[in-house]
């Protein structure tokens, strides 16, 4: 068994704290979430630090969307935590949170059905609107200008995500691959500075995944955006994350890199399975 | 420069029909015409809320009894002796009256909105079918209230109201709430109201206080009400809390859904037909009511999503909005 | 303390009707999340079958146990036939659309049964024969309760404890019960779930008929719109014990039916409706999942 990990190092045993380098922008310390006498989440501690792309992996139930829904505000922890470029964000309403710099896609695609693509991605720029109800009704010029940003900004991320001939086609309408594109797009257009995607690559072909794979690795340098990323398709988590930290049962069981995380005994005997090794190897 | 000439121009046409009409309709089509009005303002102020925000309000008649009753009140105790004034001093009786008409509209209007935030606020974490049934509770119990308060008349009614309500001031108050709703829906706050309707929680996710715009929406959506409810009263000239039933208010939710919840011109259209056609059937009053409730549920088994479903009739020449109309209503996408 | 008793059974005696309709209130909506507007209306419907049963059959002029527990069937099998219909003709048609759709289609079949009622019954009052003699029995202490109100606590508890049997016990209250928690797994499991619902529709129309016998037994004077409030109540009541759950439409209509009288009895005749709104606004806003209702939490 490793022993205490030096900064930046291997993985430590489960559950322990990493430093990383450079600034941290999210810190769970100590988070755990109760539901009557399930613990969803059990004393978690996570740190990610600026640009990076972590991983959260394990399985189902495991509590990695709690975790999500705990940043974001959703939930609050019963106890801990949760710590945004150094100020404490637990407690706060979602919407709060979406204005300070996060923001999430969903498990199960929450996109808002009857409205077209463009509408969708306009809504997610609202938290910075400048333009109030009172220019809105007299048409202002100010709420001319607002409007004329939202909707180049909304349709300059549209083309980045390839939906530029969908922009006015309703929601429901869209093939599912482009559904989650839709959704990231919608992510990015609040700005954040620190992006949540929960099982992006889910319901796609290996094609679709690695297309998905690139644009997230995209999206993060253009944008200079720290991703948390919760997905069950190992080579793309294997592909693009730095960092993994494996959930069981609400216990983070290990943290690491992705080479660390694919030997771990714990890992290998909750989540993986023996036979991962050699479908990694490529 | 181009929309005050345009807001000059509207004006005019509705002077120019406030003195028309009475010409050309008997007083019976000059009548529905006005009722017709009040259910349009009315109607799309109920879209406000059902429609644009997908909230479950069925106790609009309540708000459009605070309007109702305020604006009333003011009138008679404070306004109709201020126009009497105004008039004493030379000043014409149309101004006087209109002046003192619009200070009792807005009064009632105000009152109709404190109740919709007071009814919208703690209700609002509710789920869909109880905030419907906690919003036709508040609508009972308003009217209930009424009929218990003497000043107000009680439930022998409230008489003696003066007749100050003209097509114009109707006019004024359609263009009021239809520009609003349009203007708003195309906006990134009524964008917001949209996405609560479509998903809160994802709404709420990305940056949409969610409570505030949906206090918002009631606050609106009950304002208009009370709106309403004030021409009417200087309409009717006369008061009574049987007018305010939850009857009234599925009315004006059939309106509602009739048209296309989220639809303004949905809205307006359904309101103009659902006041005609009880007219039109008056003369068969037993069956009256009976066809009305076979119509509701022949519409909501066949055509549920209303006339226009959510999309609004576009003019090819109208101004364009800050963001571009979506596709044309007969293409669809 | 002797009046004091004396408005308990009366109280309890009035919440054993609305837990009756209560029951009808809650089933729908367990198993359609849909508030059934209507069924007030199906409540007035079986008084007035009742009283035709009870015309035709000429249980006034020869009163007799076998002739009123016949007006009770008769009305009850008319009522569940009205309920099928309602379900088939109204209800199923619009279960894929909007929630406010169903709501709308709902309120429009009670002003349809209510205005329509009017024209075939004639708005004027009707009476309800006495199938049953009246008396009333001594309790002591200066209370007294009334043969008819026997009557009403027999025969809604025995209705509760069939139906109570049937959910528990019968293949079909398992598959009542499965298709309240979930359509699509129930259909996997082979249930007609097109079927259940009429079931639960039919159920819930019968004790809503028994109901409206049994109240025209006490208070024989019925009309068209004698279900408005009485329906209200008892959705209330539905509420207040928790919709969805049957044994807290009972607990509900019990607690509404002795709030009540309690309310008229110690306080104001002139509240006796209010006093159902105002519960409902205080546990809508303090308990919205009833006294014995369970929260679910949606899933994000």
Redesign the interface.
């Known amino acids: 068994m490793a022993v205490a990990a030096p900064p930046g190092g291997a993985a430590g045993p489960g559950g322990g704290r990493r430093r990383v380098n450079g600034d941290v922008v999210l810190a769970l310390d100590h988070v755990t979430m109760q539901f009557g006498g399930l613990k969803a989440v059990a004393e978690l501690d996570l740190e990610v630090g600026r640009g990076e792309l972590v991983g959260l992996i394990g399985p189902n139930g495991a509590g990695k969307t709690t975790v999500f829904n705990l940043i974001t505000g959703v939930y609050t922890p019963t106890h801990g935590r949760i710590l945004f470029q150094g100020h404490p964000i637990q407690g706060l309403k979602p919407h709060v949170i979406a204005k300070r710099g996060i923001t999430r896609t969903f498990q199960n695609i929450r996109l808002f059905a009857s409205r077209c693509c463009r509408d969708n991605v306009c809504i997610a720029e609202h938290v910075h609107a400048r333009a109030g109800l009172l220019d809105a009704v007299l048409r202002t010029p100010r709420f001319a200008r607002d409007e004329a940003a939202m909707r180049e900004r909304a349709d300059q991320l549209l083309a980045l995500m390839g939906l530029d001939a969908w922009a006015d086609v309703r929601a429901a309408e869209l093939p599912y691959g482009q559904q989650r594109r839709l959704e990231i797009a919608r992510a990015l257009a609040g700005q954040p500075s620190l992006l949540l995607l929960d099982e992006p690559a889910a319901g796609l072909n290996p094609q679709e995944s690695d297309e998905l794979m690139h644009l997230i690795e995209e999206v993060r340098r253009r944008f200079e955006l720290t991703i948390l990323l919760i997905e069950h398709d190992m080579r793309v988590v294997m592909g693009i994350c730095r960092r993994i930290a494996v959930l069981d049962y609400g216990v983070k069981i290990a943290e690491g890199t992705p080479a660390q995380i694919r030997t771990d005994r714990a890992v290998i005997e909750a989540y993986l399975g023996e036979d991962v090794h050699a479908d990694l190897g490529a | 420069m181009a929309r005050l000439l345009r807001a000059v121009a509207v004006l005019a046409v509705l002077v120019g029909l406030d003195l028309a009409l009475p010409r050309f309709l008997n007083p019976y089509y000059l009548r529905v015409l006005m009722l017709c009005g009040i259910s349009v303002i009315l109607a799309v102020s109920l879209n406000l809320i059902n429609g644009f925000t997908g909230q479950f309000s069925i106790g609009h008649a309540g708000f459009m009894a605070v309007g109702a009753y305020g604006s009333a009140m003011v009138s008679l105790h404070v306004g109709q002796h201020w126009a009497a004034a105004l008039a004493g001093v030379g000043i014409p009786a149309v101004i006087a009256q209109g002046a003192a008409l619009l200070v009792a509209l807005l009064a009632g209007g105000a009152l109709a909105g404190i109740a919709g935030y007071l009814v919208g606020l703690p209700s609002l974490r509710l789920r869909g079918d109880y905030l419907a049934i906690v919003t036709l509770g508040f609508g009972e119990i308003i009217r209930v209230l009424i009929t218990n308060i003497e000043a107000v008349g009680a439930a022998r009614g409230l008489p003696g109201i003066p007749p100050w309500t003209t097509f114009f001031w109707v006019g004024i108050g359609m263009l009021a709430v239809i520009v609003l709703s349009l203007r708003l829906a195309n906006s990134t706050h009524g964008r917001a109201l949209f996405a609560i309707r479509d998903d809160e929680v994802a709404a709420e996710a990305l940056g949409v206080d969610t409570t505030r715009y949906k206090v918002l929406a009631f606050v609106l959506g009950s304002f208009f009400a009370g709106i309403a409810g004030g021409l009417f009263a200087h309409y009717n000239a006369y008061l009574h809390p049987n007018s305010f039933t939850f009857i009234k208010s599925i009315e004006v939710i059939a309106m509602v859904v009739l048209g296309g919840l989220g639809s303004v011109s949905g809205s307006v259209l359904a309101a103009i037909v659902l006041t005609i056609l009880p007219e039109a059937l008056r003369s068969a009053q037993e069956w009256r009511m009976v066809i009305y409730s076979l119509m509701l549920i022949i519409l909501m088994v066949t055509r549920p999503q209303g006339l226009m479903g959510s999309r609004e009739f576009r003019w090819p020449w109208r101004h364009r909005p800050a963001a571009p109309p979506a596709p044309a209503a007969g293409g669809g996408a | 303390m002797s009046e004091f008793l004396q408005q308990l059974i009366n109280g309890v005696t009035l919440g054993c009707v609305y837990a009756l309709i209560a029951l009808g209130y809650t089933m729908v909506y367990g198993i359609l999340?849909l508030?059934n507007f209507a069924h007030g209306d199906v409540y007035m419907l079986g008084a007035f079958f009742g009283l035709y049963a009870a015309r035709w059959l000429g249980a006034q002029t020869h009163p007799n146990p076998a002739s009123a527990l016949a007006v009770l069937l008769i009305a009850m099998a008319g009522c569940g036939l009205v309920g099928l219909i309602i379900e088939r003709a109204?209800y199923k048609?619009?279960r894929q659309?909007?929630?406010?759709?169903?709501?709308?289609?709902a309120?429009?079949?009670?002003?349809?049964l209510?205005?329509?009622g009017r024209?075939v019954f004639g708005a004027d009052p009707k009476f309800f024969p006495q199938i049953i003699p009246a008396t009333n029995i001594a309790l002591g202490g200066g209370v007294t309760i009334s043969n008819q109100q026997l009557i009403i606590l027999g025969v809604s508890i025995a209705l509760m404890i069939v139906l109570r049997v049937i959910v528990l016990y019968t293949r079909v209250g398992k598959a009542m019960r499965a298709v309240s928690h979930n359509h699509t797994a129930a259909a996997m499991m082979g249930i007609s779930v097109d079927r259940i619902i009429s079931v639960t529709f039919v159920f819930g129309s019968m004790l809503a008929a028994a109901a409206g016998v049994l109240v025209a037994l006490e208070n024989p004077k019925i009309e068209p719109y004698m279900g408005i409030l009485p329906g209200l109540k008892a959705?209330v009541a539905a509420?207040l014990g928790g919709i969805g759950n049957i044994p807290g439409a009972v607990l509900g209509g019990l607690v509404m039916g002795i709030a009540e009288v309690m309310v008229v009895g110690y306080v104001s005749p002139?509240y006796r409706?209010?006093i159902a709104?105002v519960l409902?606004?205080v546990i809508?806003?303090v308990r919205?999942a009833g006294i014995l209702g369970t929260a679910t939490a949606?899933k994000?």
């Open positions: 999340r508030i109204a048609p619009v659309s909007s929630r406010l759709a169903a709501l709308i289609t309120i429009g079949v009670s002003l349809l209510e205005n329509g024209l959705f509420v002139t409706d209010a709104f409902l606004i809508l806003l919205p949606e994000v």
